[in-house]
Structure formats: C-alpha cells, structure tokens
C-alpha cells in the first residue's frame, strides 16, 4: 500500500507543473469589480459611497485605478497572491497597459498587500511603497479603517500627481499587423518581460518601410527622441520589422548586445519571420518576448543576480506527462528497492524479556531532586514584509495569469 502511494506521489510531483495556466488574452478587458470592495464590512454604507466616490476621482483624473479591496478569506493564497490575481481576474487597470495599484486587506489572517501593474509599477518603487504603507498600516493596526483607506488613497493620489508620464515604448506598429485585441495582449507581454526581467526593455516596432535608414538608426532615434521614459536607465532589445521589405531585424544598444550575441539574434530574427510569413504576427511578437526574456535571464544568472521564476502561460502536452511519468515510476521503484534491500528480517518479540540479563539490576535508593531552571524569551513578531516594487529595484513578479505586478505584503 505504502509502495503504491509512494508511487502515485512521484507521479503528481512530476505531473503538477505541466498544468495550464490562464491565457493572459482571456482576461477581462473592463473592471469587474468597483474600486472599492468591502466583503469584511469594516465600513458602514455612508463610509462606502463616499470613499467609493473619491476613488474613482482619483483614478479617474489621473489615469489610473486606485482600487482598495477587503475579502473575507484569502482561499489559501498569500496575501501578494491573492491581489495579484484579483487584479488581473477583475479586470482591473486604466488603458492598454493596465495601470493601477490595488490595496488588499484581509481581517482573518491580518493580511495586507498592494499589487502595483502596468506603469504603476514604475511610479510606485519600493521606496514608494514603503512611505505609503508606513502611513496607513499603524492606522489599521488601531483599528481605524476608514482613516488608513483614505491615507493610502491620498498619499497614493500624491505620488500620481508628480510621475512622469512621458510614455515606455514596448510596442509601436506602425504598419497595422495587429488588431486592437492583438495589440493589447502582445503589449502586456513584452510589458511583463520587461519587467520581470528588470534590467532591460523588450520592444516590438513595425514600419512600412524603413524609408533608407538602417534598422538600428531608426531604432536609436526613437529611443534617443526625449519620448521615451526609460531613456538610458534599461538596455534595450527590439524587433524591427521592415513590412515594405519583408525583413525582420533584432537591434540591441551597446549594453545590450553582452549578452545578446550575434547567434541569439539571428535566431530571434529567424523565428520572428516565419511565423511572420505564416500570418501569425501576434504570435511572432510574443514569442520574440519569451525568447528575449531567457536570454536576459541566463544572463542574469551566469553575473550571479538574482533570477526570477516565471509565471506565464504553459501549454500541457500528454507526451511530456508520459515521459514524466515513466521516469517517476523508475525513481520510485529504484529508491524502494534500495531501502527494500536495506532491511533485516527479524522474529517478532511481544516481551522484553531477551534484551537484559536476569536479576542484574538492583534498585537501592531513588529520590527527585530540583537542579534549576532555564527560561527564554523569544519576542512576537507583529509585522512582516516581503516582495517588492517594480523598475529598478527588480522586484516584480508574475501573477498566475502570467502579468507582472510589483507590490508588498505583510501583517497589521
């Protein structure tokens, strides 16, 4: 029996990772849910529609979702899990690229966590994030709710009124390959590799024709322009794709091109016009994301910065999981046979009898005497923090619908 579930259990380890997760494509493109979203009831109702209404002012005039959300159970998931899906799943997030931040705040396990996406990842950095939070969190540690919602609300209104909102260029098709639906998904993934990547942009430009110039011109112009925020802060990688000209081109800066060789480009230049040719533009851009990404983050790994683990979107495949499986199987026959062949048969002894020689023991005296005694004390933690915000500090994170949030948790 035991050897059965052994077995069943290497299967499930090995089987697990090869499941689906969620298309970012079938997210929902509106919200869902209002800005403000109290299953806890910490709020009385007149509290809830004025504080709803400031909201949507807020988010409203500066272009982004303000959103504050106090479910009754996390269902599990950490806090930082918790609101990053509820963000993604609700659709929260003002334009294409879905810029907001979302305040999470669970009475159960005295959760709380903002999930930060799109370019508020950039306007809300660790720093940020902290001089907000040291705000309101001793506010809700007090109990006083409605004042901590506001101060995030206010302290966050603040910080939106002085970013810069000078555009980070990670798709411009100028030559229509895509469709309004196509465009937003390959926009949010090259947005969330760049991210997660955290050292450089992966950009997609198309043209209609490149009009002379050569392709790195008319990418380093663009980038040289003023327009483009990120300026010298990110290296940079980008598809050029020449439509009058049928050519697709990858351009790296001179900080770039140390770890994106001449091989890598050519295969990413490759891969991009064939399925180009096949009519798959969606798809040869998003592909040119996910192949840029495993070279930053190989290269990552080899200067010994810290990688992230990725997210995204994983397709199952049955071969894989009948190889998986007959590997598991000779594992786990493999180590239980081992510890099989370890054992020692021995008969089995209902008394001690045959373990001490008879009448060998002798007991004169026996008394309980109090030596000392040791105390320590270990101090209760009341607050923790994890994660971190998005830009610089390359603390971003992909939700499980494969989108790169920053953000922090902790206890209240």
């Not at 995030?152 to 100028?174: K, P, Q, S």
């Not at 770039?256 to 091989?263: G, K, L, P």
Request: proline letters at 2%; a negative charge.
């Amino acid at each position: 029996m035991k050897k059965g579930f052994s077995l069943l259990l290497a299967l499930l380890l090995l089987a697990v990772p090869m499941l689906g997760i969620a298309d970012i494509s079938e997210l929902p493109t509106e919200r869902l849910m209002p800005l403000l979203v109290d299953e806890g009831n910490l709020l009385t109702d007149e509290e809830e529609i004025a504080f709803l209404a400031e909201l949507e002012r807020i988010s409203s005039e500066q272009k982004c979702d303000v959103a504050v959300v106090i479910p009754r159970t996390l269902g599990g998931k950490s806090a930082t899990a918790f609101a990053d899906d509820y963000y993604d799943l609700n659709g929260y997030g003002y334009g294409s690229t879905k810029d907001g931040i979302l305040l999470m705040v669970c009475m159960e396990e005295r959760d709380y966590a903002t999930s930060t996406a799109g370019a508020a990842q950039d306007w809300f950095d660790d720093a940020t994030l902290y001089n907000i939070e040291n705000a309101f969190v001793p506010l809700l540690s007090e109990g006083k709710y409605l004042e901590a919602f506001e101060t995030f609300a206010t302290r966050c209104e603040r910080v939106l009124n002085n970013v810069d909102r000078r555009e980070v260029l990670y798709l411009d098709d100028a030559a229509g390959f895509l469709n309004e639906t196509d465009r937003n998904v390959v926009l949010r993934t090259l947005e969330s590799n760049s991210h997660v990547a955290g050292i450089c942009d992966i950009v997609v430009l198309t043209v209609p024709s490149l009009g002379g110039q050569s392709a790195s011109e008319y990418a380093s112009g663009l980038f040289s322009s003023g327009v483009y925020r990120h300026g010298s802060g990110y290296d940079k990688v980008a598809l050029v794709v020449d439509r009058d000209a049928g050519m697709c081109y990858c351009v790296t800066d001179s900080t770039a091109n140390r770890y994106f060789t001449a091989d890598n480009c050519a295969s990413l230049e490759q891969d991009a016009a064939t399925m180009l040719s096949n009519g798959d533009a969606a798809g040869a851009f998003r592909q040119f994301a996910s192949s840029a990404y495993r070279i930053i983050s190989a290269f990552n790994g080899q200067n010994g910065s810290p990688t992230v683990e990725r997210h995204g979107v994983q397709i199952f495949s049955f071969f894989r999981f009948v190889i998986a499986a007959f590997v598991g199987l000779i594992v786990t026959l493999n180590v239980t046979n081992a510890l099989k062949n370890q054992l020692k048969s021995v008969k089995t002894q209902s008394e001690a009898a045959n373990y001490f020689v008879q009448n060998s023991l002798h007991l004169t005296e026996s008394q309980d005497l109090y030596l000392a005694r040791h105390v320590t004390s270990t101090p209760r933690v009341t607050e923790t923090r994890s994660g971190g915000g998005g830009g610089h500090s390359g603390g971003s994170h992909f939700s499980s619908s494969g989108i790169s949030h920053g953000g922090h948790s902790g206890k209240f």
